[in-house]
Nanobody, 115 residues
């Protein structure tokens, strides 16, 4: 079992920035495939970004150029740096971990972009 804990959400004005963190347990963190999803009210969960064990990254078109995913294997942590935030980025952001054939989710952290 992998424990996944997100942090860093909050309220920010349009154009602002936030950094989300996700800590995952396990001694083989470096082999995990990790990512972020989000779910806005009334909408289904959507993919935001992923990073592989070899640091290959991918982004949804809606966040490309504004969000940056990274990982620190020494801290068992993955980050999502979010810049130029828009009201439509408002959602609960979930960290996703894939270890082999198993998948794990965090409890989610709320991001609200509003003036």
């Amino acid at each position: 079992q992998v424990q996944v804990v997100e942090s860093g959400g909050g309220l920010v004005q349009p154009g602002g920035s936030l950094r989300l963190s996700c800590a995952a347990s396990g001694s083989i963190f470096s082999s995990y495939y990790m990512g972020w999803y989000r779910q806005a009210p009334g909408r289904s969960r959507e993919w935001v970004s992923t990073i592989s064990s070899t640091y290959t990254t991918g982004y949804a078109d809606s966040v490309k150029g504004r969000f940056t995913i990274s990982r620190d294997n020494a801290k068992n942590t993955v980050y999502l740096e979010m810049n130029s935030l828009k009201p439509e980025d408002t959602a609960v952001y979930y960290c996703w971990v894939k270890r082999g054939i198993d998948q794990y989710w965090g409890q989610g952290t709320q991001v609200t972009v509003s003036s």
